[in-house]
């Protein structure tokens, strides 16, 4: 992810959150000048984490149940996918994945 600021990228997951019939609420449970991480509450049970460290630029989503990750997206190493098929499998892609594209995927994916 190119270097965005705590707050902006706050804002785009929450109101990317407020859009979908899938997230219950979100919570803010660090946010401070180079580190954010929200959860966000699914109607299915899971929550989403976003984590996002601004000095190393490290993203991370992960959805979680029963505190296991099962799906998720982060680019240590490079963006990747962790699908869930398989949540240990690193899938790499060439591009950045944006929290609206994981919200997009783990929408689908509810919907079956």
Not at 46 to 57: A, G, L, M, P, R
Request: glycine share 2%.
């Amino acid at each position: 992810m190119a270097r965005v600021s705590v707050e902006d990228l706050e804002d785009l997951i929450i109101s990317n959150c407020a859009k979908s019939s899938i997230v219950l609420n979100t919570s803010i449970l660090v946010s401070k000048f180079t580190w954010l991480k929200i959860r966000a509450s699914l109607t299915d049970g899971t929550f989403i984490d976003v984590s996002y460290n601004q000095v190393t630029e490290k993203t991370a989503y992960a959805q979680i149940r029963d505190e296991q990750r099962i799906f998720g997206a982060d680019n240590k190493n490079g963006w990747h996918w962790h699908p869930y098929e398989d949540p240990q499998r690193h899938d790499f892609v060439d591009k950045e994945i944006t929290f609206a594209e994981f919200l997009k995927q783990v929408e689908a994916y509810m919907a079956k």
